[in-house]
């Protein structure tokens, strides 16, 4: 499909976006001449080529001034980077953040998705001129609503919780107010979680809360000013990195392997195997990706950590690239935190300006540097290969496996990746050292973790807690179950995850015994749900999620989404027990032969709450 067959060309001011991102072109490829044989001449265009990986740039710049991306604008990309402009339009149309029909400058995103549709926003409520939208990632001010205005600059707000007439105002024009500071979506009594008993990590005296309470990953949040350098080195900031240089790449490796530090993004691998599978790489060079496209519906923590303490996030990112051998990284921030993004380009020119990243890190003798790439909704892209297809400019698909991304990643390389919470508890271990971590929490488990409570409680919010604490105790944390509520059930883990009901609220919520239960942790979503909600609707959500997320590459998880959806809204309807039969089917099937996560976790939470809680009968 060559859709330049109509000879679309970009308005001057999608060529000036464009043009921005790319520079302007010199070296033309797209001006071809017809030599006397009939063929065509061209130049330059394998430097355009090897620019590929600028194309999801090139487009958001696009969509930035003009609010879509038209046919002219494809054409124009495909030129400047010499490839198709099918392959353009393809990767255009993957993402939900893109349009490419016409559209106004404004949008209103508002998301009806599971926490915001169990305070009452549904596709149904979505006021006229306003897009139905998939979880924004402000689960603690649910229900909320994502404004994008196209121009020069673009401007992006974020608001919640929001009424319908506020939705109908900012269809009208209105800008919402500013957003609360990060620290709002902390509660002040979330971080008595870690306490003295506990053996815990001690911060800082700056670090130390009133009354006594001792804090870990959520120290700064709220305390210091997150993109100001100083504050961060006066509360303990850039203390862990010369140590990791006294212990040298192995004895790093070494400190977070004995920490027991496992994956947060819901995988749980262990961190340092992870690691230290990069380092031992001959191919050179090595690049590292922090996961911050934090897409499970009920999930929040990375934005939290991002808006709050950028530079814990950049001194674990260079902690472990000084142990691993990464030259080059990568932040991949979801395209609906614009706040987190913005906050994050500032403390990574503020740590240039400080030598702290550049080709001689604080005069460590070791060169790194990040670059942001801002995600434009896929919830796949989460995936640790589909964000290598999607850094590299193509469609973001996951990749089969073997090899593995610690083999060949990015651009082939070998590639370490990591969510951004794993990655902040790199610089406690190496402050405190791995016993003082590992007496945190369980023999399994070790360590503080992040819990994103949400629904009918009273105090929703991020809760750092160790691991071990009850889902009674954390949620007696969180204030308990909001007055006149009665409890449902809680959605442990997020869409990827499982119901569990009033009778568990003894479970100790460790990766152990959440295994044994039958149930996940996965990204730490907590989703508390109160007999005012109707279970089955979200079920069907749920549903509707997996099938619009899937990105389609493999015949179980494309089909085998679709039918689960089929099914279970026959099923809500009160089919027979032949449907129960299938949607079991079709659930083994896709956790059998799905090339990737999306496809292997999406029956888990419907079947949970079919099974744990009687759903559905």
């Not at 053996?199 to 006594?212: M, T, V």
């Not at 009901?501 to 149930?519: F, I, V």
């Amino acid at each position: 499909m060559e859709l330049d067959q109509h000879g679309a060309t970009p308005s001057d001011e999608e060529r000036a976006a464009i043009d921005a991102v790319l520079g302007v072109d010199r070296d033309s490829i797209h001006v071809r001449t017809r030599s006397g044989d009939g063929f065509h001449t061209a130049r330059g265009g394998a430097r355009h080529r090897a620019e590929r990986h600028r194309l999801l740039a090139g487009l958001h710049a696009v969509n930035d001034r003009v609010g879509w991306i038209s046919p002219g604008a494809v054409n124009h990309l495909a030129a400047r980077l010499d490839i198709g402009p099918a392959d353009v339009f393809g990767v255009a149309t993957f993402y939900g953040l893109f349009a490419t029909t016409e559209r106004p400058r404004r949008q209103v995103h508002v998301c009806t998705d599971l926490v915001c549709r169990a305070a009452g926003s549904t596709e149904a409520t979505v006021p006229a001129g306003a897009h139905s939208a998939p979880c924004l990632g402000v689960c603690e001010r649910a229900p909320a609503a994502l404004v994008i205005e196209a121009g020069d600059p673009a401007r992006h707000a974020v608001a919640g919780p929001v009424t319908l007439a506020e939705v109908d105002a900012f269809v009208a024009g209105a800008w919402p107010d500013p957003e609360p500071p990060p620290v709002a979506a902390v509660p002040p009594f979330s971080k008595r979680g870690l306490d003295a008993g506990q053996g815990i990590i001690q911060p800082s005296d700056a670090l130390q809360p009133s009354g006594g309470e001792t804090v870990g990953l959520l120290g700064r949040v709220g305390r210091v000013e997150p993109t100001s350098i100083d504050d961060y080195r006066a509360t303990g900031g850039y203390e862990a990195l010369p140590r990791a240089v006294e212990l040298g790449p192995a004895g790093v490796i070494d400190e977070v392997t004995a920490a027991g530090l496992v994956g947060r993004g819901g995988a749980a691998f262990p961190t340092g195997r992870k690691w230290a599978a990069v380092a031992a790489q001959p191919v050179r060079p090595h690049y590292l990706i922090a996961n911050a496209d934090e897409s499970e519906p009920g999930t929040f923590k990375d934005r939290v950590l991002i808006e709050g303490d950028p530079f814990a996030l950049i001194e674990a990112m260079t902690i472990a690239a000084y142990a691993t051998g990464c030259e080059h990284g990568w932040i991949y921030v979801r395209g609906e935190y614009p706040r987190a993004t913005a906050t994050l380009a500032a403390a990574l020119a503020a740590a240039r300006r400080d030598g702290a990243l550049g080709p001689d890190v604080l005069g460590l003798g070791f060169a790194f540097d990040v670059e942001i790439e801002r995600g434009a909704g896929a919830y796949i892209c989460g995936e640790e290969t589909a964000i290598f297809n999607s850094i590299e400019g193509y469609r973001g698909e996951p990749r089969n496996k073997p090899p593995f991304p610690v083999e060949v990643g990015l651009f082939g390389r070998p590639t370490l990746v990591n969510n951004v919470e794993t990655l902040v508890n790199v610089p406690l271990i190496l402050r405190h050292g791995a016993a003082a971590f590992r007496a945190i929490g369980t023999a399994d488990s070790a360590g503080p973790k992040l819990f994103c409570l949400s629904g009918a409680v009273a105090a929703p919010g991020l809760y750092e807690v160790p691991f071990g604490i009850t889902l009674r105790a954390l949620l007696e944390r969180a204030g308990g179950v909001r007055a006149g509520a009665e409890l449902q059930a809680v959605l442990l883990g997020g869409a990827a995850g499982g119901y569990v009901g009033p009778d568990d609220l003894d479970l100790p919520l460790t990766l152990e015994d959440a295994r044994a239960a039958g149930t996940t942790l996965g990204s730490g979503v907590v989703l508390v749900l109160d007999r005012g909600v109707d279970l089955t609707d979200q079920l069907l959500r749920i549903a509707a999620f997996f099938r619009d997320e899937s990105c389609g590459q493999c015949v179980p998880c494309r089909v085998g989404t679709v039918r689960q959806q089929e099914a279970l809204t026959r099923l809500a309807a009160g089919a027979t027990d032949g449907d129960l039969r299938l949607l079991r089917d079709v659930a083994q099937v896709m956790r059998d032969a799905s090339i990737c996560g999306l496809g292997q976790t999406a029956p888990i939470a419907i079947l949970s709450a079919i099974d744990r809680l009687g759903a559905l009968r």
